[in-house]
Nanobody
Framework: VQLVESGGGLVQPGGSLRLSCVVSGFTFSSYIMSWYRQAPGKERELVASIISTGGGTNYADSVKGRFTIFRDNAKNTVYLQMNRLKPEDTAVYFC?????WGRGTQVTVSS
């Protein structure tokens, strides 16, 4: 099983990034997918989740209205569109499903 994130980087406050997570090794379309993040010195927190069909999502209060999670089951890929980024969004972002985790991608929001 592999979950491989990409799309992180350095962005100015107010900017946007789109993270991707490509999954292999299990039936992607059958499972909930989630994005978590962990900032330095803080616990890992759930950012957003999406059900298997893509028809239901939930978000942390801190990102509602700014982030959108979506998935393409034909491509075994889940995405996190992040708009109006803030310095407090700086963290390593992880893709997760079942008991599996990706290695993470760094997002840094700074001027």
């Amino acid at each position: 099983v592999q979950l491989v994130e990409s799309g992180g980087g350095l962005v100015q406050p107010g900017g946007s990034l789109r993270l991707s997570c490509v999954v292999s090794g299990f039936t992607f379309s059958s499972y909930i997918m989630s994005w978590y993040r962990q900032a330095p010195g803080k616990e890992r927190e759930l950012v957003a989740s999406i059900i298997s069909t893509g028809g239901g999502t939930n978000y942390a209060d801190s990102v509602k209205g700014r982030f959108t999670i979506f998935r393409d089951n034909a491509k075994n890929t889940v995405y996190l569109q992040m708009n109006r980024l803030k310095p407090e969004d700086t963290a390593v972002y992880f893709c997760q499903s079942r008991t599996y985790w990706g290695r993470g991608t760094q997002v840094t929001v700074s001027s």
